[in-house]
């Protein structure tokens, strides 16, 4: 059981938004800033947002996160068939001092 | 720009060993955390570790003292050793890094396929 809280799953057609929540509590995402990570099958995973809201250089702009609270999301707009992929946030936990990821939603795009 | 390297057999009981090679940049800089991060087959993330360049480390409660993570400046690398493995430490084991004061991993390495036997 993972401490942060995600769907198993998440699906929308091409061009749709679709958004991945997270959830988790005040010795988490509510203290601490709240990572998104893009992994496909076989394949390391990828740097996707940062600091809750934060796009690194070479992720599109359709692709947003926001905070508020113990949760977090992870919008992905004008979805396309290249979106289809497993997507996991991260925080720190203050109380097990340690990172925590959620379980993971696999994204996909019918 | 992290590359993990080690056995990819490992046999119940014994020890489990790992080594992430930093081909840019220095392991010395002192604004990168550097952690290891593993993911069971068909599962989820889960945190191992992170060590400073001081060599201060700290680890997931959950591993109940079994993991130790080094760093070797010199070979510009860091290691992971986890003992007394099982069957459910079989998994794709990833190096990465952070940078100091926030909670991101960027890079990832490509991972590593441990399997217990």
Same mark, same amino acid.
């Given at each position: 059981?993972?401490?942060?809280?995600?769907?198993?799953? =998440?699906?929308? *057609?091409?061009?749709?938004?679709?958004?991945?929540?997270?959830?988790?509590?005040?010795? +988490?995402?509510?203290? +601490?800033?709240?990572?998104?990570?893009?992994?496909?099958?076989?394949? =390391?995973?990828?740097?996707?947002?940062?600091? +809750?809201?934060?796009?690194?250089?070479?992720?599109?702009?359709?692709?947003?996160?926001?905070?508020?609270? *113990? =949760? =977090?999301?992870? @919008?992905?707009?004008?979805?396309?068939?290249?979106?289809? @992929?497993?997507?996991?946030? @991260?925080?720190?936990?203050?109380?097990?001092?340690?990172?925590?990821?959620?379980?993971?939603?696999?994204?996909?795009?019918? | 720009?992290?590359? #993990? !390297?080690?056995? /990819?057999?490992?046999?119940?009981?014994?020890?489990?060993?790992?080594?992430?090679?930093?081909?840019?940049?220095? $392991?010395?800089? &002192?604004?990168?955390?550097? %952690?290891? $991060?593993?993911?069971?087959?068909?599962?989820?993330?889960?945190?191992?570790?992170? $060590?400073? #360049?001081? /060599?201060? %480390?700290?680890?997931?409660?959950?591993?109940?003292?079994?993991?130790? $993570?080094?760093?070797?400046? !010199?070979?510009?690398?860091?290691?992971?050793?986890?003992?007394?493995?099982? %069957?459910?430490?079989? %998994?794709?084991?990833?190096?990465? &890094?952070?940078?100091?004061?926030?909670?991101?991993?960027?890079?990832? /390495?490509?991972?590593?396929?441990?399997?217990?036997?």
């Amino acid at each position: 059981q993972s401490v942060l809280t995600q769907p198993p799953s =998440a699906s929308g *057609t091409p061009g749709e938004r679709v958004t991945i929540s997270c959830s988790g509590g005040n010795s +988490n995402i509510e203290r +601490n800033d709240v990572s998104w990570y893009q992994q496909f099958p076989g394949t =390391a995973p990828k740097l996707l947002i940062y600091r +809750n809201n934060q796009r690194p250089s070479g992720v599109p702009d359709r692709i947003s996160g926001s905070k508020s609270g *113990t =949760a =977090a999301s992870l @919008a992905v707009s004008g979805l396309r068939s290249e979106d289809e @992929a497993h997507y996991y946030c @991260a925080t720190w936990d203050d109380s097990l001092s340690g990172w925590v990821f959620g379980g993971g939603t696999e994204l996909t795009v019918l | 720009q992290l590359q #993990e !390297s080690g056995p /990819g057999l490992v046999k119940s009981s014994e020890t489990l060993s790992l080594t992430c090679t930093v081909s840019r940049g220095s $392991i010395s800089r &002192r604004d990168f955390y550097w %952690a290891w $991060i593993r993911q069971p087959p068909g599962k989820g993330l889960e945190w191992i570790g992170s $060590i400073y #360049e001081s /060599g201060f %480390a700290y680890y997931n409660l959950s591993f109940k003292g079994r993991v130790t $993570i080094s760093v070797d400046k !010199s070979k510009n690398q860091f290691s992971l050793r986890l003992n007394s493995v099982t %069957a459910a430490d079989m %998994a794709v084991y990833y190096c990465a &890094r952070g940078p100091r004061g926030h909670y991101e991993f960027d890079p990832w /390495g490509q991972g590593t396929l441990v399997t217990v036997s």
